[in-house]
């Protein structure tokens, strides 16, 4: 059964960067598309960005478009987000998400089957 594992968030100052990083194993992240979302308290959860499974197109909420870039690395299995100049709004539980073989990105959870258990991310004013 695939499993997914986040890490790197924490508490970090605004303006500053963190790097989040998303671990597959039992599948190869080459043949399906992966997905970042975040959920903030009382509200619902939202996509940040997405990378095809081919690695050719990526695709991000408007929010954090110039700040956030999502990446992968073929070799270790995993799924990054590198996170710039973040904002106290930034402050979310991040999940990793791979939706089904060879599919296209989409900003929408119903699309991702397979869902990691989270991780915290803080920013501080």
């Known amino acids: 059964q695939v499993q997914l594992v986040e890490s790197g968030g924490g508490l970090v100052q605004a303006g500053g960067s963190l790097t989040l990083s998303c671990v597959v194993t039992?599948?190869?992240?080459?043949?399906?598309?992966t997905g970042w979302f975040r959920q903030a308290p009382g509200k619902e959860r939202e996509f940040v960005a997405g990378i095809q499974w081919d690695g050719l197109s990526t695709r991000y909420q408007d929010s954090v478009k110039g700040r956030f870039t999502i990446s992968r690395d073929n070799g270790k299995n995993t799924v990054y987000l590198l996170m710039n100049s973040l904002k106290p709004e930034d402050t979310a539980i991040y999940y990793c998400?791979?939706?089904?073989?060879?599919?296209?990105?989409?900003?929408?959870?119903?699309?991702?089957?397979?869902w990691g258990q989270g991780t915290q991310v803080t920013v501080s004013s």
């Open positions: 998400a791979q939706g089904g073989y060879l599919k296209p990105v989409t900003s929408q959870s119903r699309d991702y089957a397979d």
């Open positions: 039992r599948r190869t992240i080459s043949r399906y598309t």
